[in-house]
């Protein structure tokens, strides 16, 4: 018998051919992204800056220039106007600083504007399930539902007693030291601190500085990646579960955090308060019936959202009051006479006679709203976008749109000497105020000024932020004078949630 020697057909050949067919789609792909799709999208139509960057489009400049934040959305919107057509790699998006466009987006057709997806799912993801940041329609609806009676007048009032407590219990620990010692005082983490245990205690009855795990953990949530990773963690679902060193040590420290969260709902589970005690925010949640994996999530919504947002606005307020020592003194004076007559800031009264002292707040959030952009939207459908000047703008759906308040907030259209610190402008009555009335032909600064945004999706604890802001100033004014350190950094430093100041450096001195 004669045998035929049979041979296995080479698996390379096949190897080789689809290597090819996936290298041609990816290039089909790449060129329908980055060479058609800008040359024929109804966005071309719009104003905005040329790409620098074939595949990285607008992006490249963007992260450039984030420690001069608002640009260059403020110079975009100065030279292109109200509606900007600009590119991040292969999304096309929108800037929008025009008010009548804002509010349509924001308020009047706000269900059509929903929430960027990939937004949502880091959100979701980061949170560890879907929240008020990352839910639409009648699930949104029913999460500010549950949040609401947090702040309440009533609840905001009692939680004052908890911030006057710990900013002066933070005063003797930290800053009475620096002002003996004459030793320039961090206030960058002076504020993140004071923050913390300001909406741990006031939201859920926990004392950060009492659990320096709980401590540790936030903070090293709190260390941000490169911009680059932060980019791609924020825009690529499931980016962040990379194994590179800094996600690994963010997911680690978020999982000790949500544990720690979750003991805490475990024990108020099994405490039986009596009718008539004091409640937060948690054993509301939990009254209502709220599920503790929903009200893990809640309270992980409201440290990531209201805690970091806050040291900020407090960051910025003391950089321009340390900048300018004769609007501080107006400040301080006014505080010193209201806690004279009062006796203590807690009392409402005592806040609601702080005028210019809430207005020297009020403008610091006009140059330095703490969150730099109100959460990328996406048009649901082809949308016709009114403008101001009574012309429109067609938005094809599935385009992204970004509303710029903080360009807003420096328009010099709405807004006398734009780039100045003016309190008065916040003011009825005094020039300032009267003269960007003027400018807005006598309406409010409503459609202008949104460091809290607008609509449904306006900040829920913007109230409660107020008040938080006016008690740890008025007491921080009464008690020290602040001055600038050499050594201190004002460049805009974003962290993934909110834009600060890269180091607060100054020195404390007893008044």
């Given at each position: 018998m004669v045998q035929v020697a049979t041979f296995a057909t080479p698996v390379w050949p096949y190897l080789v051919a689809s290597g090819a067919m996936l290298l041609t789609v990816a290039c089909l792909v790449?060129?329908?992204?980055?060479?058609?799709?800008?040359?024929?999208?109804?966005?071309?139509?719009?104003?905005?800056?040329?790409?620098?960057s074939v595949i990285f489009g607008n992006g490249w400049e963007i992260f450039e220039r984030v420690s001069n934040f608002p640009e260059p959305f403020l110079s975009w919107m100065k030279h292109y106007g109200g509606a900007v057509h600009y590119s991040i790699a292969c999304e096309h998006r929108i800037q929008l600083t025009d008010p009548t466009a804002v509010q349509y987006v924001l308020a009047t057709k706000a269900s059509s504007f929903p929430r960027h997806p990939t937004l949502r799912r880091f959100f979701a993801d980061f949170l560890s399930g879907v929240g008020l940041l990352s839910s639409e329609g009648a699930k949104h609806d029913y999460?500010?539902?549950?949040?609401?009676?947090?702040?309440?007048?009533?609840?905001?009032?009692?939680?004052?007693?908890?911030?006057?407590?710990?900013?002066?219990?933070?005063?003797?620990s930290h800053l009475d030291s620096a002002a003996m010692s004459r030793r320039p005082a961090n206030m960058n983490t002076f504020f993140q601190e004071l923050t913390l245990n300001n909406i741990g205690l006031s939201s859920f009855g926990y004392?950060?500085?009492?659990?320096?795990?709980?401590?540790?953990?936030?903070?090293?949530?709190?260390?941000?990646?490169?911009?680059?990773?932060?980019?791609?963690?924020?825009?690529?679902?499931?980016f962040s579960r990379l194994p590179f060193p800094c996600f690994r040590r963010r997911n680690h420290a978020r999982t000790t955090l949500l544990r720690i969260m979750q003991d805490i709902i475990t024990t108020k589970l099994s405490e039986?308060?009596?009718?008539?005690?004091?409640?937060?925010?948690?054993?509301?949640?939990?009254?209502?019936?709220?599920?503790?994996?929903?009200?893990l999530v809640h309270t992980m919504t409201l440290i990531f959202a209201g805690h970091d947002t806050t040291t900020a606005a407090l960051c910025w307020t003391f950089f321009r009051l340390a900048s300018q020592p004769s609007m501080a003194a107006l400040a301080r004076n006014e505080c010193l006479a209201m806690l004279k007559r009062h006796g203590s800031f807690e009392n409402g009264e005592a806040l609601q006679g702080l005028s210019f002292t809430t207005a020297c707040i009020q403008?610091?959030?006009?140059?330095?709203?703490?969150?730099?952009?109100l959460g990328r939207r996406i048009a649901a459908q082809d949308m016709d976008v009114p403008m101001t000047d009574g012309s429109s703008i067609f938005v094809p759906k599935g385009t992204s749109v970004c509303v710029l308040h903080a360009a807003m907030h420096r328009d010099p259209t709405y807004w006398s000497q734009p780039e100045a610190f003016v309190p008065e402008r916040f003011i009825p009555g005094m020039a300032p105020f009267e003269i960007d009335l003027g400018l807005r032909q006598g309406r409010s600064?409503?459609?202008?000024?949104?460091?809290?945004?607008?609509?449904?999706?306006?900040?829920?604890?913007?109230?409660?932020?107020?008040?938080?802001?006016?008690?740890?100033?008025?007491?921080?004014?009464?008690?020290?004078?602040?001055?600038?350190?050499?050594?201190?950094?004002?460049s805009n430093m974003f962290n993934g949630v909110s834009v600060q100041p890269a180091r607060l450096e100054l020195y404390v001195v007893s008044v």
């Open positions: 790449g060129l329908y992204y980055f060479v058609v799709l800008p040359l024929v999208t109804p966005l071309k139509r719009l104003p905005g800056p040329a790409p620098t999460h500010r539902k549950v949040l609401n009676p947090h702040f309440s007048g009533i609840q905001i009032k009692a939680s004052m007693a908890v911030i006057v407590d710990q900013t002066l219990r933070f005063c003797a004392d950060f500085q009492a659990n320096p795990d709980a401590l540790n953990a936030y903070e090293a949530l709190q260390t941000m990646p490169n911009k680059v990773l932060l980019a791609c963690s924020m825009c690529i679902p499931g039986h308060k009596a009718a008539g005690a004091p409640r937060d925010l948690l054993d509301l949640m939990l009254d209502a019936d709220t599920c503790s994996h929903d009200a403008e610091t959030l006009r140059l330095h709203p703490p969150v730099p952009f600064h409503a459609l202008h000024y949104m460091p809290f945004s607008i609509g449904a999706k306006n900040c829920i604890g913007q109230r409660f932020a107020m008040a938080e802001l006016q008690v740890v100033v008025a007491t921080l004014l009464s008690r020290y004078e602040f001055a600038i350190t050499a050594d201190a950094d004002f």
